[in-house]
């Protein structure tokens, strides 16, 4: 079966650095992504990684390690603006991409 | 970017009738599209993958005689909710692949759909 598991909640203050985890097990592997989604809103793309290793843009990185099928997604210098879900995705192969639960990020003054 | 638009945003609807989402690509030409529902604090759930000029493919446990989807050109996918019943409030959500960019794929803002 297909199975991505994030936290659910995540609370931070404004600011500070979080690390959002991300695990997951696919039947296949084809690129991962981190979306943003406010809410009663469409997700919002972030990133994308394919190869281990380390993917930079502004405050947002995002973190991929097949061997260990573990991604994180760091954000830096939060601001009230970050508070939203954070849905890590898989693409594990073909057209499909599967989502996780989305993790709520909550950050405070 | 790539801009996907849903019409309507919002619609509420009383049981046993019919509601129609359009789903456009602006500015790019979408061989595929995908249909998404989700509920209130959980994720996105893939209903089915629409590709133009042919049939949808469905998930396992979503109703095709329920959830009528067209691919009718390259920039418009319409879903049919049908005899609609009051389990079937969702926020529906659609996404689309640019083909010239094979990972990335882009969502309309959804629409709210309220059955009562």
């Known amino acids: 079966g297909q199975n991505i598991d994030q936290p659910t909640e995540m609370t931070a203050t404004e600011g500070a650095i979080v690390q959002i985890n991300c695990t997951y097990q696919?039947?296949?592997?084809?690129?991962l992504f981190w979306y943003q989604q406010h809410a009663g809103e469409a997700p919002t793309f972030l990133s994308y990684n394919v190869l281990d290793g380390l993917e930079e843009k502004g405050r947002f990185s995002s973190f991929l390690s097949r061997s260990k099928g573990y991604s994180y997604l760091l954000l830096k210098e939060l601001q009230m603006k970050d508070s939203a879900s954070y849905l890590c995705a898989v693409n594990p192969g073909g057209f499909k991409t599967i989502f996780g639960a989305g993790t709520r990020l909550f950050v405070k003054a | 970017g790539a801009v996907v638009s849903q019409h309507p945003s919002w619609v509420i609807c009383k049981s046993g009738t019919s509601v129609k989402i359009e789903c456009r690509s602006l500015d790019f030409q979408a061989t595929t599209m995908f249909w998404y529902r989700q509920f209130p604090k959980q994720s996105l759930m893939l209903m089915a993958t629409?590709?133009?000029?042919?049939?949808?493919?469905?998930e396992q446990g979503v109703e095709k005689d329920k959830f009528l989807i067209n691919h009718a050109s390259l920039t418009l996918s319409t879903l049919t909710v049908t005899s609609a019943h009051p389990e079937d409030s969702s926020f529906y959500i659609c996404?689309?692949?640019?083909?010239?960019?094979?990972?990335?794929?882009?969502f309309g803002p959804g629409t709210r759909l309220t059955v009562t």
């Open positions: 629409s590709n133009e000029g042919s049939k949808a493919t469905y």
């Open positions: 696919t039947s296949g592997f084809n690129g």
């Open positions: 996404s689309a692949r640019d083909g010239q960019r094979t990972y990335e794929q882009y």
